[in-house]
């Protein structure tokens, strides 16, 4: 079993910036696909940025794209989401998932653990 837990959120200013943090216990993260979602009150999960388990190939949703940098230290058993230029429409509970191997980004059934998520709050 693998344990992830997501940090980093908080309340912050329209234009400002957050860096989560998601680590990983119980399992190495070196196999594992990652990515992060979000979702707002009364929204659907969504898709916001995926990095692959080898080459560090990364995905965006269109939404952040050019905003938010996802990366990985294997060494930490942590991923990473840094968010830039933040706008009240990133407000969500944002959440860490992993998969084992190749996962489908964008795809929320391809991942095999999940965080319990963290706040992230912009306001206008």
């Known amino acids: 079993q693998m344990q992830l837990v997501e940090s980093g959120g908080g309340l912050v200013q329209a234009g400002g910036s957050l860096r989560l943090s998601c680590a990983a216990s119980g399992r190495t993260l070196n196999y594992y696909g990652m990515g992060w979602f979000r979702q707002a009150p009364g929204k659907d999960r969504e898709f916001v940025a995926a990095?692959?388990?080898?080459?560090?190939?990364?995905e965006y949703a269109d939404s952040v794209k050019g905003r938010f940098t996802i990366s990985r230290d294997n060494a930490k058993n942590t991923v990473y989401l840094q968010m830039n230029s933040l706008k009240p429409e990133d407000t969500a509970v944002y959440y860490c998932a992993a998969g084992r191997g190749l996962v489908v980004p964008g795809a929320s059934t391809t991942y095999d653990y999940w965080g319990q998520g963290t706040q992230v709050t912009v306001s206008s």
């Open positions: 990095i692959s388990w080898i080459g560090g190939s990364t």
